[in-house]
């Protein structure tokens, strides 16, 4: 299990990580979101010790990534595909790191087919290689010690559909078999498909959290109607809230329970619904608003 506790980091007078609490469970991928600058890049540096914690701490199984003997055992960790050795092959990549955790050289072959690199390609030298070759080439790094975790930063940047496809099916697996996997992302549609439990993180805070199946009942109900004003004020007298979205009123109550004040009302309605992706995405842009890139002039670092 991953453990992050009150975790915080300053940068003078910045605070990029602001008391940020989480777990992340064994046999489930949990979905890291938010906005480009969020804080999940440098929450995630924490948790693998690249970067000092103000205060606050993380922990894998129980224990802090440095004191675990040999972290590429236990621990999977993919935070930047482009900061491989562009001087050397992915065999020779994979190999380095196969001879630092002590393990033999079969697993290289081993993780080169697992993540669909044909020889001719593992041979090449990563300046040569696209951007999604090297998110292959940092999965089966990841991989390569059996770890019963994984962290994993925007491994899909880079990837086609069909390579999209493959990193869901390989990390879904990898959860039914009792893995942990932590998967980090700024587009919700990434993660919703895989995703068993979602945190998200604006502004260096945590915003929401819970298994994807509660966000989405929160999402509540999405209702259309030829008369919005009328439906509206039904919605206010029964101490309804609600958003307007797109021409429709998403309401945060069960669809019953809507159909039931717009009866009522004597407003007839063209849909209603419960809010599915698209109210859980509605949800998500509504929660992170202030750190959206076209919805404010300066952006923050990651």
Known sequence: MIKVESLTKKYGGFTAVDDVSFTAQPGRVTGFLG???????????????????????????????????????????????????????????????????????????????????????????????????????????????????????????????????????????????????????????????????????????IVAGGTKAELLAAAGTLVRTRDLPTLSRALVAADLHFVESTGALRVEADPDVVGEVALAAGVALTELRSADGAGLEEMFLELTAETQRDQKSEGVAA
Not at 62 to 78: F, K
């Open 35 to 205: 906005p480009n600058g969020a804080g999940k890049s440098t929450t995630m540096r924490i948790m693998v010790g690249l970067t000092p914690a103000s205060s606050g701490h993380a922990e894998i199984a129980g224990r802090r990534y440095a004191d675990l003997p040999n972290p590429g055992l236990e621990v999977g960790v993919l935070l930047d595909a482009s900061a491989q050795h562009a001087g050397r092959t992915g065999r020779e990549i994979l190999t380095i790191a196969a001879q630092t955790m002590g393990l033999p050289k079969g697993r290289v072959d081993a993780m080169l087919e697992r993540v669909s690199l044909t020889p001719t390609e593992a041979n090449r030298r990563v300046r040569n290689y696209s951007l999604g070759m090297r998110q292959r080439l940092g999965i089966a790094t990841a991989l390569l010690g059996d770890p019963a975790v994984l962290i994993l930063d925007e491994p899909a940047n880079g990837l086609d559909p069909a390579g999209i496809r493959w990193m869901r099916d390989l990390l879904r697996g990898y959860a039914d078999q009792g893995g942990t996997v932590l998967l980090s992302s700024h587009l919700l549609h990434e993660i919703e498909v895989i995703a068993d439990d979602l945190v998200v993180i604006g502004q260096g805070r």
